[in-house]
């Protein structure tokens, strides 16, 4: 199974110049053929039946990377608007999935996304990292359920982490004693 970093190095280039969002990054999969086509099929085409095999093979990733099972799987949220254009969310959906496998609860409306932004595809590095500042929030008065615990974001493609991080930052601002990633696939980087 991939790595979300290079072999033998303990952080990846961007954890050592930022210093690392997370304690622990899963990836079940490079995000190419023939994960890819089938992660645009759950998330595009409204196949979210799709999730149960691929929930099932993050699971197997997690259980491979002996990662500990954490108190809370909490899925990235889609804004408002996205929600409702695809009718689902697919981290929600594989948080689900995963939370089964794991036997470990997860919940759907604790971290938020309540504002639209711009499509993060369509961006570079330096303007995703922009677009997302003060993205996330938690659900008002429910930071306890966090605090002090081991929590662990889910999401499906894993390409800057800009995404992660700021949610990350989130959570440790809530109090999470550690907030770890675990993402079906990871978009190779361009060398």
């Known amino acids: 199974m991939p790595s979300s970093q290079p072999q033998g190095q303990p952080l990846c280039g961007e954890c050592l110049r930022l210093g690392p969002a997370f304690d622990r990054c899963v990836c079940a999969a490079d995000y190419g053929f023939p994960w890819d086509a089938l992660i645009a099929q759950a998330k595009f085409h409204a196949r979210p039946e799709l999730m149960a095999p691929l929930g099932a093979l993050l699971a197997a990733a997690v259980r491979h990377a002996h990662a500990p099972t954490p108190a ?21 959906e594989l948080a689900r999935q995963l939370a089964r496998h794991l036997r470990c609860p997860a919940t759907p409306a604790l971290l938020l996304r309540p504002v639209q ?75």
């Not at 809370?72 to 929600?92: F, H, K, T």
Request: aromatic share 4%; hydrophobic share 45%; net charge positive.
């Open 72 to 92: 809370l799987l909490l899925p990235i949220p889609l804004d408002p608007q996205r929600l409702r254009e695809r009718g689902y969310n697919q981290a929600w």
């Open 117 to 191: 932004r711009a499509h993060q595809a369509d961006l570079s590095r330096a303007q995703r990292l922009a677009n997302l500042r003060g993205a996330f929030m938690l659900q008002p008065n429910r930071q306890l359920e966090v605090r002090g615990r081991r929590v662990a974001l889910v999401d499906d493609v894993m390409t800057t982490g800009a995404t992660l991080r700021e949610a990350a930052t989130v959570l440790r601002r809530a109090g999470a004693s550690a907030v770890d990633a675990y993402v079906l696939a990871r978009t190779p980087e361009a060398h």
